[in-house]
Nanobody
Framework: QVLPVESGGGLVQAGGSLRLSCAAG????????MGWFRQAPGKEREFVAT????????AIADSVKGRFTISRDNAKNTVYLQMNSLTAEETALYYC????????????????????WGQGTQVAVSS
């Protein structure tokens, strides 16, 4: 079992960058694929990025490809989301989630695939 806790959100101007972190307590962090999702006001939660257990494989939503990067440090039980060139439309609550896996794949894009969720960190982008 892991308990994701997000941090790093805040207010940024359009075109700016933020780096989100997700610390997942537990002794088996490397047994979990990790994902980032976001939910804007009045909208459904959407997939942003996911990374495999080892960090060797990633998948990124088309809407953020080329601007967002997901990475992880298993020694620190932490996954990161580097977000560049942010737009006002990306104002949302950003969630970190964990999915227990035995494979090295990283294509878990559905939120119902993830067992553990953080409380979210708010990102506000001003135009």
């Amino acid at each position: 079992q892991v308990l994701p806790v997000e941090s790093g959100g805040g207010l940024v101007q359009a075109g700016g960058s933020l780096r989100l972190s997700c610390a997942a307590g537990g002794r088996t962090f490397s047994s979990y694929a990790m994902g980032w999702f976001r939910q804007a006001p009045g909208k459904e939660r959407e997939f942003v990025a996911t990374i495999s257990r080892s960090g060797g494989n990633t998948a990124i939503a088309d809407s953020v490809k080329g601007r967002f990067t997901i990475s992880r440090d298993n020694a620190k039980n932490t996954v990161y989301l580097q977000m560049n060139s942010l737009t006002a439309e990306e104002t949302a609550l950003y969630y970190c989630a964990a999915h227990f896996v035995t494979l090295t794949a990283a294509n878990y894009r559905r939120d119902d695939e993830y067992e553990y969720w953080g409380q979210g960190t708010q990102v506000a982008v001003s135009s």
